[in-house]
Every structure is written in structure tokens, then in C-alpha cells.
């Protein structure tokens, strides 16, 4: 069992910046490939960056260049650097782990961040 609670969430204005930060408690989460993903009012639950247990990394082809995941295992923390925030970006956010072996997925509860001036 994984637990993760996000934070860092808030309001910026465009252009902004925001880091975002999960912590993980349950002792598996060397095994787990970590990832956020965002929700906008009205739209599906969209993949925004994915940070693999050997530490390769993906991202939405909308954040490219602007986010930045990272993990740090001995902390059991993934982080999301968000820099050149566009209103588009406004979404809940959430923290998510994938047991590599058993492929059990899991949720935090989710942080709002709004981009508006």
C-alpha cells in the first residue's frame, strides 16, 4: 500500500512559476514509476510527466520544456518544477505511483493550481 499527499499548489500569475511536491509513505516506492496528472474543469484526467524507477522521464507534449519531474528516493518524494505557467495549466493535480511488479496504481488527493492574473 502507498500513500501520497501532494502540496505546493496555489495561485500564480501567467508566466509564473510553481513547484509541486508528493510524498510517499508505504515502503515501495523504489518500485514504483511515479507521475502527476492534471484535471481541468469539464475534461479528462490527462498524464502530464512520468519519472520511471530507473529514473527516465516523459512528459505531455503541452508542459515540454517548461516542467520538470524529479524524484529523490531516498526522501520518497517526486516534485514537479513548473516554470512559463499559462492559464491553460489551471487544473487539480495529482501525484500518482505504479508498482512496476504488481502494476497497483494509486492516487493522491489532489492539489488545485490556477494560473490567472
Known amino acids: 500500500q502507498v500513500q501520497l499527499v501532494e502540496s505546493g499548489g496555489g495561485l500564480v500569475q501567467p508566466g509564473g512559476s510553481l513547484r509541486l511536491s508528493c510524498a510517499a509513505s508505504g515502503g515501495i516506492f523504489r518500485s514504483c514509476d511515479m507521475g502527476w496528472y492534471r484535471q481541468a474543469p469539464g475534461k479528462q484526467r490527462e498524464l502530464v510527466a512520468v519519472i520511471t524507477v530507473g529514473g527516465t522521464t516523459n512528459y505531455a507534449d503541452s508542459v515540454k520544456g517548461r516542467f520538470t519531474i524529479s524524484r529523490d528516493n531516498a526522501k520518497n518524494t517526486v516534485d514537479l518544477q513548473m516554470n512559463s505557467l499559462k492559464p491553460e495549466d489551471t487544473a487539480v493535480y495529482y501525484c500518482?505511483?505504479?508498482?512496476?511488479?504488481?502494476?497497483?496504481?494509486?492516487w493522491g488527493q489532489g492539489t488545485q493550481v490556477t494560473v490567472s492574473s
Open positions: 500518482n505511483a505504479k508498482h512496476r511488479v504488481f502494476n497497483s496504481n494509486y
